[in-house]
């Protein structure tokens, strides 16, 4: 519980309804910082701005943080370096949330029953988001998506083939994106692996972040930010045919 918050909000007179209404957030949302965790930079700004106040009176555990703030755990020269047992222990030990940012998704593919653990954390109740780039579900570069057919195509088969397992989930939503990619994301509750894009490098061959503390390392939020940002502007994969 964060008791600097309450008081603060007690001060100001707020309700959880208010602060959600002022910063076009859900209420539950607001609950949660509350119970804990710590908002984006952006909301907690917005939040302190609010209060009158500076955001370490609010979450004392910024100050001083430093170089520890960033949450890196390890760095891997690229993907392929990532030994496999750190995906599944990573993405096994999701207790709320795991969210993939990719392109064609072949990291699924590529990693033996990640897709299958995937489906057992839904199982469980894990919130699971994951977006890939609507090529994946395009016979070639220049395909459109078929929005309005509600169709994939014949190679969406094969390159999606590896979410079959997930798509009857009611806690997994797929969607595809058109953005640009400078990073590919992989979150498991306060966990992410992160492959950056290096020109002319490709993707499997990029280094790879390791960062924790996803909800108060600076590091970590831009790369969640830059997910939502993403996320918000996708489309639902259309039904299997």
Known sequence: MNEDLRRALLRARLSEEDVAARLGVDPKTVRRWLEGRVPYLRYRWSLAAILGTDETDLWPQLRGAGLRSAGLRAVYPHRD????????????????EIAILAGGGCLLA?????????????????????????????????DTFRQNAGTVTSRAGSVLACLAPLRDSTEVEI???????????????????????????????????????????????????????????????????
């Open 81 to 96: 370096a990532v030994p496999r047992e750190v995906w599944l222990r990573m993405f096994g030990a999701a207790q709320r």
């Open 110 to 142: 590529e990693n033996e029953g990640l897709a299958e653990l995937l489906t057992e954390r839904a199982q469980a109740g894990v919130a699971v988001r994951i977006c890939l780039a609507e090529s994946a579900a395009s016979e070639s570069a220049g």
């Open 175 to 241: 969607r595809l994106h058109r953005a640009e990619l400078f990073q590919r994301i992989y979150r498991s509750d306060d966990r992410l692996l992160v492959s950056q894009t290096v020109y002319g490098i490709p993707a499997g061959q990029a280094p790879v972040f390791y960062l924790d503390q996803a909800d108060a390392s600076e590091l970590a939020i831009t790369y969640l930010e830059s997910f939502d940002g993403i996320w918000a502007g996708a489309l639902p994969l259309p039904a299997a045919p």
